[in-house]
Nanobody, 124 residues
Framework: QVQLVESGGGLVQAGGSLRLSCAASGRTFSTYNMAWFRQAPGKEREFVAA????????YYADSVKGRFTISRDNAKNTVYLQMNSLTLEDTSIYYC?????????????????WGQGTQVTVSS
């Protein structure tokens, strides 16, 4: 089992940047694929980005491709989401999640462990 704690959210102006972090407990972090999802009020939770166990392969939603970068540091049990060129549409609660599937998935129901979320608000 792994426990996940997100941090780094906040209020930022459109066009700005934020870096989210997700710290994982335990000594098996490197055995998990990691991903970020987000959920805005009244909307379904949507896939943002994912990264494989070694960090060698990354996946992105079309809406964030070229603006967001997911990375991980297995020595620090931490996954990151660097968000640049933020827009009002990026305002959401961002969740970190983990699974041990063969490859990461863009489906929320394929993930086993979730953090509590961190709020990102982009203002005009």
């Amino acid at each position: 089992q792994v426990q996940l704690v997100e941090s780094g959210g906040g209020l930022v102006q459109a066009g700005g940047s934020l870096r989210l972090s997700c710290a994982a407990s335990g000594r098996t972090f490197s055995t998990y694929n990691m991903a970020w999802f987000r959920q805005a009020p009244g909307k379904e939770r949507e896939f943002v980005a994912a990264i494989t166990r070694s960090g060698g392969t990354t996946y992105y939603a079309d809406s964030v491709k070229g603006r967001f970068t997911i990375s991980r540091d297995n020595a620090k049990n931490t996954v990151y989401l660097q968000m640049n060129s933020l827009t009002l549409e990026d305002t959401s609660i961002y969740y970190c999640t983990a699974n041990r599937a063969v490859i990461p998935s863009s489906a929320a129901n394929q993930y086993d462990y979730w953090g509590q979320g961190t709020q990102v608000t982009v203002s005009s």
